[in-house]
């Protein structure tokens, strides 16, 4: 999901600010960040095979597919996507 705040950033024109998150995501704040295994990548494919019907991007299979392994049960996000997922309360 890092990618798709990123990439929001700088399609609205905050280039800068995209990267001072990345920073401090990266560098700066105490958090953790998940990477997607090969095994949550293949697992993503068949979600997206399922699913054919929705509009969603990529990095949304694959952060359902990462949030399902890891038992995340509420999700911050402003993606209305994360709401099809039925799978996660999102905030807010």
């Given at each position: 999901m890092?990618?798709?705040?990123?990439t929001l950033l700088r399609y609205r024109g905050e280039f800068r600010r995209?990267?001072?998150v990345a920073?401090?995501?990266t560098h700066t704040l105490p958090i953790s960040i998940e990477r997607?295994?090969?095994a949550d990548f293949a697992t993503a494919i068949e979600v997206?095979?399922?699913?054919?019907?929705?509009?969603?991007s990529f990095t949304d299979y694959t952060s359902r597919v990462v949030m399902e392994?890891?038992?995340v049960k509420q999700a911050f996000s402003f993606d209305e996507?994360?709401?099809q997922f039925a799978t996660v309360?999102?905030?807010p």
């Open positions: 890092i990618d798709e705040l990123l995209s990267i001072q920073q401090d995501l997607i295994s090969p997206f095979q399922r699913f054919a019907d929705k509009t969603w392994r890891l038992g996507h994360f709401r309360a999102v905030v």
